[in-house]
Nanobody, 129 residues
Framework: QGHLVESGGGSVRAGGSLRLSCAAS??????MGWFRQAPGKEREGVAG????????IYADSAKGRFTISQDNTKNMVHLQMNSLKPEDNAMYYC????????????????????????WGQGTQVNVSS
């Protein structure tokens, strides 16, 4: 399997911004996405991107504040997080969809992950009031 390495997490005040990055290596991917999990809560999908053409797919919680983008020359995706709120506190995980044949629907960031089948170790995001 491949390697996924997240970076860019940290601590910010409410209203601030962070840019998360995920570098992938080892195999090809249909999708890359971001998920998060806060203590005591279930995993929540954030955003996914179809690497064939860069089509983004967002969970409702991310729309209007977060932007996912790809840099296919580096096999990397980014998550620009603006207008952060304390409710965004979580460990953020990068994940990939590989070995499956399909279109954009494969990349939908469903909370349980669904088609995402490889996961990074996460990067922590803390937002203070």
């Amino acid at each position: 399997q491949g390697h996924l390495v997240e970076s860019g997490g940290g601590s910010v005040r409410a209203g601030g911004s962070l840019r998360l990055s995920c570098a992938a290596s080892g195999y090809t991917f249909k999708c890359m996405g971001w998920f998060r999990q806060a203590p005591g809560k279930e995993r929540e999908g954030v955003a996914g991107i179809y690497l064939g053409d860069g089509t983004p797919i967002y969970a409702d919680s991310a729309k209007g504040r977060f932007t996912i983008s790809q840099d296919n020359t580096k096999n990397m995706v980014h998550l620009q997080m603006n207008s952060l709120k304390p409710e965004d506190n979580a460990m953020y995980y990068c994940a990939t969809v590989t070995g499956l044949d399909g279109g954009h629907w494969l990349c939908r960031p469903r909370n349980e992950g669904h088609f995402y089948n490889d996961w990074g170790q996460g990067t922590q995001v803390n937002v203070s009031s």
